[in-house]
């Protein structure tokens, strides 16, 4: 590894890696080359003394980690945030958030809004997120232009759409075109996005999975939310909205279920037999509107994949992982009254690998390994609430806000340098978000 040139060198006090068996590993005095935007080299801080680099970031007092893969969002609702707040979920969503997204949403609206949780996910070292909205293409053009990785997917339902206010079908055409456009792109990921069993008729859910398999995309979806959901599943179909899932045959492919908080014993081993589900943990989301607490142990406990993702801002009401692994954790043991029921360090691996490989990423992100792409992040050490150092994901999980993020890299590129953006602008947006925010009164 001697005189190895790189685009970038970064020394760090500590390296914190999440391990598949709910072990992390934490090493000290750590080097990276960074190479054509992924992990070139790794090795000891003093063994890398003699490699060369345009750009070198020394952080002794700084702890290495992968970026955080926040697994299912709805980006330009963070211009919702505080809006309607603490309203049943019937409410939330039909008296307030629908309405208003057919009366605001618009191509302007979902750019700005994406803008600026783009600006909130990086600085909380959100580096990988997948989306769910309505006119995807635009917020993918923010996504990349951000620099940003993302699974972006088209929303889909047999409802009145701001993107397809007349029902033409055109969201299956802005599916098909995002497909086209992203299948070769290094960061950004195209995929369908019927948004839920209760808003998809079988013919729309069908379409939609035979177009994944034809195109290797993932079907993003969110499933057995609320109590009613499942409800009025087993009412209208006799099955619950995992078993209707199955029986089209969703879960043979590869799938990203978000929330899934009202399973039976059923619904858990048909997702976990399955091996091409993702489910998405969203624990914020399901306590701040009531729905409930998933059954995350008994998913693990079974070999499900679960990841970690935030769901919108309106029900949050914020986009970063770090309050969102402390909230996973303390609910499980909470539901469970065990303490051993979500570890810090599963819920820290939940965060990172288990959100890539429910996003079929994990080859990619979700772990500092050489060969894997340079999505990484530094957090300052250096506070009160941040010593004793007995366990660096106990503090991760446990004691950090997330706002102890000081560098962000995505694909090798700086995006959060010394705790300013590179690629956006915060100043720039703060006069337009508020011109909509004017716009929301009832
Ligand atoms: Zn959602």
């Known amino acids: 590894m001697l005189n190895e040139h790189f685009d970038s ?3 760090c006090g500590h390296m914190l890696n999440p391990g598949a068996n709910g072990k992390s590993t934490c090493i000290e005095r750590v080097a990276l ?62 008296q307030y958030i629908v309405p208003l997204e057919g009366r605001l949403v618009s191509p302007e609206f979902v750019k700005l809004g994406t803008e600026l949780s783009c600006l909130e996910a ?46 033409q079908g055109l969201e299956k055409v802005f599916l098909q075109n995002l497909v086209d456009k992203y299948s070769k792109h290094d960061r950004i990921v195209a995929a369908a996005g019927p948004h839920a069993p209760y808003s998809c008729g079988d013919d729309l859910l069908k379409w939609t999975k ?56 059923k619904d858990i081993q048909s997702i976990a037999s399955s091996k091409k589900v993702g489910v998405i943990h969203n624990p914020e989301s399901n306590m701040k509107l009531g729905s409930g607490i998933a059954p995350v142990r008994q998913l693990l406990d079974a070999g499900a994949c ?26 499980q043991k909470l539901a469970h009254n065990d303490n051993t029921a979500l570890t810090a360090e599963q819920a820290f691996y939940m965060a990172t690998l288990g959100s890539a490989k429910a996003l079929g990423l994990d080859h990619k992100v979700g772990s500092i390994e050489v060969g894997k792409a340079a999505d990484l992040v530094i957090a300052d050490l250096n506070a009160a609430h941040l010593y004793p150092q007995h366990s660096m994901a106990s503090l991760v999980v446990y004691s950090m806000s997330g706002l102890e993020v000081q560098d962000v890299w995505i694909q090798g590129k700086r995006v959060f340098k010394n705790s300013s953006h590179t690629t956006l602008s915060f100043d720039a947006c703060k006069d337009r978000v508020d011109f ?3 716009q929301m009164k009832f």
């Open 210 to 265: 035979d177009f994944c398999d034809k195109h290797n995309v993932p079907f993003h979806i969110h499933v057995s939310e609320t109590k009613k959901e499942v409800h009025d599943s087993v009412q209208q179909f006799g099955m619950s909205p995992v078993q209707r899932l199955a029986k089209l045959g969703v879960l043979e492919s590869h799938a990203v279920f978000a929330h899934c908080v009202h399973l039976d014993a």
């Open 436 to 438: 909509y925010r004017r």
């Open 9 to 11: 060198i970064i020394r």
């Open 33 to 94: 080359g960074i190479r054509a935007g992924k992990i070139a080299a790794q090795d000891s801080w003093d063994n890398s003394k003699a490699w060369t680099a345009a750009e070198l970031v020394e952080a002794p007092n700084g702890l290495l980690l992968p970026g955080f893969v926040n697994a299912h969002t709805h980006l330009p609702m963070s211009l919702f945030r505080g809006l309607a707040d603490d309203l049943p979920f019937q409410e939330w969503l039909f």
């Open 306 to 331: 679960v990841g970690l993702g935030t769901d919108g801002v309106a029900s949050n009401n914020d986009l970063g992982l770090f309050k969102e692994m402390d909230v996973a954790a303390k609910l």
């Open 122 to 167: 990086i600085r909380f070292g959100v580096t990988t997120v997948c989306d769910m909205y309505y006119y995807m293409a635009e917020i993918a053009e923010v996504l990349d232009s951000a620099g940003m990785r993302a699974v972006v997917s088209q929303h889909l339902w047999d409802w009145p759409a701001p993107d397809d206010k007349s029902q």
